[in-house]
């Protein structure tokens, strides 16, 4: 059984992973476009997909037990 502070550092860890790949995806994407590297170019798509894939699993909505926002 994890306690809390394991799933704070997991939390954190998730957050700061899913932001280099968003941020390393879409300066990737960038330099691939002006060089028209068609690979390159999905290759950046899919990181920033898998970055904010992990942003969205880091939140609290998603953890058993959190009560989701109604606004």
């Given at each position: 059984m994890a306690n809390g502070q394991t799933k704070t550092v997991g939390g954190l860890l998730m957050r700061v992973l899913g932001v280099l790949l968003v941020v390393?995806?879409?300066?990737?994407?960038?330099?691939?476009?002006?060089?028209?590297?068609?690979v390159g170019m999905v290759l950046g798509v899919v990181l920033v997909a898998g970055g904010a894939v992990l942003l969205k699993r880091s939140g609290r909505a998603g953890r058993s037990g959190a009560v989701a926002s109604t606004r």
């Open positions: 390393v995806g879409v300066l990737g994407a960038l330099a691939s476009l002006t060089q028209g590297n068609v």
